[in-house]
């Protein structure tokens, strides 16, 4: 099971692309991404738990009943949301693609990211999508993962090669997001594909697993998007055998599946709107798994201890703070906190009480560009990793006038 | 009804004072405060729901089971908090008061406020306990204000006078705090007086009912602190027979104090860390009192909207993704949302869907350092009001490097 290049398009027989349509008024900004499988998948979806969604989410939700679909299409530079037509200008995007002649409308996963309450029009994708499908390839993941970026500074694409029933298989995956990252039950967009055959419901079973200790444990600033969606297409091309129940094939497939959502999650987090840096905090020793899902994200997202760690300021009492308040089962007198990155490692706090330690040690540790924060709960054995990133002075900048 | 000039000594009876004695560097800082009434007074208190907490809240609650107190000493700079000895010192600085001979070491509510894990001496409020003492006057609250103040940029006092039983009465309070601000349950440190006479479970009732709609309704940050505390201290000598129920007395007494903790909450906010704006958020038409909190307090603490308001840009978007995802009882087809000013008022959403509206009038409302954010969800008869403040490059400034 190992890392390998591209991204949606790293399994077989999947095709995407990207283009300029004419949403965004920048014209080297791409903003029109599609995917196609060249056989029908299996799908299975998670959306946002904000009460206000936006359109595409609830177009999908209809479309992936039956847990199928062959396509995605996916709009940035507006969110389609709090708009009186949002539904109509949604099914109008998948009928585009069904004028393709490559699906049904009603196999269509859609999506859309970008400002909220903006009237969105049909026509700029209506001109584009002729040339986009012709644009679309087997190598196309970068130019389609483009097309989705809003405040995005770098591209997220993941894949993995594995074997399964004694098939080579894949799995690949793009997303986008940097602001209003604080994931409940789904995320930002993540797109994934993958050339297992698996069945719509145990690819369902695969993605809730999953998304519990990946995307659900990313913050970049406490605020749920509108617009989550992960979605994860398997078109079955690799020639395995169905999964359709627990055993080998299906754990090794979310483990590859974890393998690929993971590293989309650093990506995400490390590009959080004006980071300089990706925390990871790596909590053990808790009661239950839950307690430990709780105090690492309550860390993780914490404004003070974030801006500390842009600071580089080894203020543990944050930290100790964080866990205090996040509403998890601890006993505070048993907490050990440590800080590490490529510098090195420091104890700072034993047992709920600081510890002398070499400021000037600490300083260079957290100067580093990726800081793991270790905490020992000492009270257990359960485990979790949440990832979030510093808050900066170009975070207020940057969502000081997102609009214009 | 009417607010008057002083704090905590407005109230008769009450002597308060601050001196710098050593636990900050810089001399020019007053870093240690006491308040002193002439005769025993009711007491009550609401302390931080942080599983960390620091040691003098402890002491407090012990020394308040009986509901009485004559005393409070409150040091700044450190927050004798994650301390192995903190107790000890947090019952040390009970005993100097006593030392005075002001009272029994068991009716003297302690606090501190600072930096958390640090260990604190006793030695430098031995040696200025006496001319603290002497120091101490009836016209004394603003020097006790000062002295407890850490990245507050102006002291926070507040009175009121009012009439009770035919008696002229009055409530003053100090209020300090600046970051960490998310109180749950109480908050901050805020002292308060009155001349009022009122049994102490009545004390404690107001008390309870005044938070959950004054500092349980302010964000600074979303950080709650280790050492919130608010305690109020009624020494009866305005001359009214005691408040042992319900009724008039109660009811004005209730109102009197809720005009003293609103003002000292709109201050707090106002002056968040790096604030430049003070918001409030007005929700009105909700299913409950408690949907109404739920809602404009995920509208004040959402980053996205404070950065917003920082950049005067009307993103309503921010609005109804923070109360989408507030975990409230809303139909977010009925939202209305309108901002407010100085310089006027101006629609933006109706019905969950965004309305034309003037974009250089919204920025000039914008643009003002007190803004209302008015919330309608038509939808029952709940209202509650928040207080928060916006996100700038300062706040980011100060957190990056608050332990030197």
């Not at 177009?59 to 949301?81: H, P, Q, W, Y």
């Not at 499908?133 to 809003?150: D, N, P, Q, R, V």
């Not at 039950?185 to 998304?211: G, H, Q, R, W």
């Not at 080894?314 to 930290?319: D, F, M, Q, T, Y």
């Amino acid at each position: 099971m190992e890392y390998i290049a591209g991204g949606v398009t790293a399994p077989k027989g999947f095709k995407a692309g990207g283009v300029h349509c004419g949403i965004r008024k920048n014209k080297s900004k791409k903003d029109l991404a599609l995917i196609v499988s060249d056989v029908m998948c299996s799908a299975a979806a998670v959306y946002t738990k904000n009460l206000v969604k936006g359109a595409p989410l609830y177009v999908t939700m209809e479309n992936l009943k039956d847990g199928k679909a062959k396509a995605v299409i996916c709009n940035s530079g507006n969110a389609n949301t709090c708009n009186a037509n949002g539904i109509e200008i949604a099914k109008g995007m998948c009928d585009l693609v069904a004028g393709l002649g490559v699906c049904e409308s009603s196999d269509v996963i859609v999506a859309s990211t970008g400002v909220i309450g903006q009237p969105l029009s049909l026509e700029p994708m209506k001109n584009a999508i002729g040339d986009l499908y012709k644009s679309i390839s087997y190598e196309g993941s970068l130019s389609a993962c483009e097309a989705i970026m809003t405040t995005d500074t770098v591209v997220k694409e993941a894949a993995v090669e594995f074997e399964i029933m004694g098939k080579v298989a894949r799995i690949g995956g793009i997303a986008k997001g940097s602001g209003m990252i604080h994931p409940n039950m789904a995320t930002m967009l993540v797109f994934i594909t993958s050339d297992v055959a698996i069945s719509p419901n145990m690819l369902a079973v695969a993605v809730k697993e999953d998304v519990k200790r990946t995307f659900n444990m990313i913050s970049v600033d406490g605020d749920t998007s509108t617009n989550d969606m992960l979605s994860v297409m398997a078109n079955g091309l690799c020639g395995n055998e169905e999964i359709k129940e627990d055993g080998e094939a299906f754990k090794a497939f979310k483990k590859a599946l974890n393998m690929v959502t993971s590293k989309l999650c650093r990506m995400i987090a490390k590009d959080g709107e004006g980071a300089t840096k990706l925390l990871e905090c790596k909590v053990s020793g808790a009661k239950t798994e839950e307690d430990a899902r709780v105090v690492a994200k309550s860390v993780i997202t914490s404004s003070l201890f974030k801006a500390a760690m842009f600071g580089a300021d080894a203020n543990w009492g944050r930290v100790l703070c964080a866990i205090g308040y996040s509403g998890a089962d601890v006993d505070v007198t048993k907490v050990d906190v440590a800080f590490k990155s490529a510098a090195g490692e420091i104890m700072v706090c034993s047992s709920g009480a600081g510890v002398d330690f070499d400021e000037d040690k600490a300083k260079k540790i957290l100067l580093e560009s990726e800081i793991e924060i270790i905490i020992g709960l000492n009270d257990g054995s359960g485990y979790a990793t949440a990832w979030g990133c510093d808050l900066t002075y170009d975070y207020v900048k940057i969502n000081g006038d997102y609009r214009t």
